[in-house]
């Protein structure tokens, strides 16, 4: 099975801050990666496809880069509804395994 | 209204079985694989299983494979997980998921989850 791993584990920051969020896979999985944000009580939200595609209605401070093995979730300036927890996912073999999430919380 | 409406959670003693359901709306449900993920409480997501448009291919994560089995009816727009010889661990919110293309790739369409309960 193919493990990915998220780093960091949660994150603090303020409103307009850039974050960054990786994702690390145990092979490599091309581009077969997607990013959700899930906020609480809520069902997650898909943002990114394909490494870098931006699902449609997600705002463009969101973007996604990477293949391979190695990936990241950028957050260019934060915005208030943006603290949630963020979810990577390999979508190349099954089982399509996520990271362990990366919370992101107010400083 | 493009939509997956959930149903079937519950509470249920260890050993015993629960069905869940997700009836699908809005969308042309026989052209899209469907998914299954859960997620223990306080705890981050699992997925659990994927089915093919046809429903002629499924897959399953290790710890549910072989008691868990995912069907669909696309007659009924309706996509099912039957849960047999539950645990304890299996505790869980389970949300359906609609595959945004084929049946490897990022879910775009999530239900509301269902809390299913595994306790004596």
């Known amino acids: 099975d193919i493990q990915m791993t998220q780093s960091p584990s949660f994150l603090s920051a303020s409103v307009g801050d850039r974050v960054t969020i990786t994702c690390r896979a145990s092979?490599?999985?091309?581009?077969?990666l997607s990013w959700y944000e899930q906020r609480p009580g809520r069902a997650p939200k898909l943002l990114i496809f394909?490494?870098?595609t931006l699902q449609t209605g997600v705002p463009s401070r969101f973007s996604g880069s990477g293949s391979g093995t190695d990936f990241t979730l950028t957050i260019s300036s934060l915005q208030p509804e943006d603290f949630a927890t963020y979810y990577c996912?390999?979508?190349?073999?099954?089982?399509?395994?996520f990271g362990a999430g990366t919370k992101v919380d107010l400083k | 209204e493009v939509q997956l409406l959930q149903s079937g959670g519950g509470l249920v003693q260890p050993g015993g079985s629960l069905r869940l359901s997700c009836a699908a709306s809005?969308?042309?449900?026989?052209?899209?694989?469907m998914s299954w993920v859960r997620q223990s409480p306080g705890k981050g997501l699992e997925w659990v299983s994927v089915?093919?448009?046809?429903?002629?291919?499924?897959y399953y994560a290790d710890s549910v494979e072989g008691r868990f089995t995912v069907s669909r009816d696309n007659s009924q727009d309706t996509v099912y997980l039957q849960m047999s010889s539950l645990r304890a661990e299996d505790t869980a919110v389970y949300y359906c998921?609609?595959?945004?293309?084929?049946?490897?790739?990022?879910?775009?369409?999530w239900g509301q989850g269902a809390l299913v309960t595994v306790s004596s």
């Open positions: 996912q390999q979508t190349y073999s099954a089982p399509l395994t």
């Open positions: 809005g969308f042309a449900f026989s052209g899209y694989g």
């Open positions: 092979e490599s999985i091309s581009s077969f």
């Open positions: 089915i093919s448009n046809t429903g002629g291919r499924a």
């Open positions: 998921a609609k595959v945004r293309l084929g049946i490897f790739a990022g879910l775009d369409l």
């Open positions: 394909a490494a870098s």
